[in-house]
């Protein structure tokens, strides 16, 4: 996973230092999150955090530096919202939270109005073919968050709640891709209809191996 | 539906220039496809073409307007390839049609070694913040698939092999709606496996609504 701490080359910061650092991070996520990374130039980053241009090369020696942060931080932004444990849902282990989990989805893209997409699927999809060093943090994020979903599935097999011939791993990851498809229609067409319908049918396609009770 | 018929500030063209016309907008979706919109510049692109920047001009105002003819002409592609009507399969109107468009689909994204997405996909993710108009014209080409999809998915229904509460527009939507995610994260990844689990997903779950022969 990317983390902060990962990344060898930062010096080690004051509590200030790494206060100014963060704010840039941040305005580096939002201003990537509007207008895509391509979109977004160093001084419009120094801008939106107002700082200085010396501040920002003091704290990443680059725009992939800084892409690098932004990856790490929309990681973690979004597997805290959408990971398996976490305080909206406690865990991501029945057919509730998982219903209640889309619904968050929906009602989330509602609130941003459609746009955006998902924060690292998006940053993927533009750094893919052009930053393999990117492609692969976003991939390792991705992985980091399947691995929270799966989690919760196979606690539901392990409890018998999923019959055996259930895979979690499978079914994990197709929950999040249909995610990541959902997320990507809901922003091209300007409503959830697509996010709604994909996750719906695959949250019954678990839900087929739930057992009765 | 974005055609390069429905585009009126076009000139009538002679043949001659039709074929300069294509040769710009090919080399545009290639080069679009491999780097990006934001990273191909109107200069890539008449080198690519082997056009002089006058050609360029002539036929295309700006940037914005060779976007268009590429994302027409990748509908088109994507479509042909992966709509519901097209030589490989006939119509996609059985689960074995179904099936073998799944495996087209991860086989084609192998031959590609995994790169690029969905050539409508992507250019929908990078436009949809940033260019209102392009981003229409890609919700409309989404359209234009997802109706020949649901389609082969209605045929299916009125011969009576799918129950009556099978509901084509849900699911053709949702088949392609995981189709994306699952191009997006074999981008991302570097591999099918998204792909393949969560189609697999998708199409179990139409099969459920096969009724029994």
């Known amino acids: 996973m990317p983390t902060e701490k990962a990344?060898?080359?930062?010096?080690?910061?004051?509590?200030?230092?790494?206060?100014?650092?963060?704010?840039?991070?941040?305005?580096?996520?939002?201003?990537?999150f509007e207008r895509g990374?391509?979109?977004?130039?160093?001084?419009?980053?120094?801008a939106a955090a107002e700082v200085s241009p010396s501040q920002i090369y003091h704290y990443f020696k680059d725009k992939r530096s800084l892409v690098k942060a932004v990856i790490s931080v929309q990681t973690a932004q979004v597997v805290g919202a959408?990971?398996?444990?976490?305080?909206?849902?406690?865990?991501l282990d029945s057919m509730e939270a998982l219903r209640a989990w889309r619904d968050?989805?929906?009602?989330?893209?509602?609130?941003?109005?459609?746009?955006?997409?998902?924060?690292i699927g998006t940053l993927g999809s533009q750094l893919a073919e052009t930053d393999p060093e990117?492609?692969?943090?976003?991939?390792?994020?991705?992985a980091l968050w399947e691995k929270s979903v799966v989690d919760g599935l196979q606690a539901m097999r392990d409890r018998g709640e999923l019959r055996s011939d259930a895979d979690p791993k499978?079914?994990?990851?197709?929950?999040?891709?249909?995610?990541?498809?959902?997320?990507?229609?809901?922003q091209i067409r300007r409503d959830t209809w697509a996010l709604?319908?994909?996750?719906?049918?695959?949250?019954?396609?678990?839900?087929?191996?739930?057992?009765?009770?």
Chains 1, 2 share one sequence.
Do not use: N, W
Not at 104 to 119: K, M, Q
């Open 196 to 213: 709604e319908v994909t996750l719906d049918a695959m949250l019954d396609h678990v839900e087929s191996f739930v057992v009765p009770v």
């Open 104 to 119: 968050f989805a929906v009602t989330l893209e509602r609130s941003l109005d459609y746009a955006g997409g998902c924060p």
């Open 7 to 32: 990344d060898t080359s930062a010096p080690r910061l004051t509590r200030k230092g790494q206060a100014t650092r963060d704010r840039i991070t941040s305005a580096a996520a939002a201003l990537m």
């Open 134 to 142: 990117a492609r692969k943090d976003v991939a390792a994020g991705f």
């Open 82 to 91: 959408f990971g398996a444990v976490q305080p909206r849902f406690g865990r």
């Open 170 to 186: 499978r079914l994990g990851l197709a929950l999040l891709t249909a995610l990541q498809g959902g997320l990507l229609l809901t």
């Open 37 to 46: 990374v391509a979109g977004t130039s160093l001084e419009d980053v120094q």
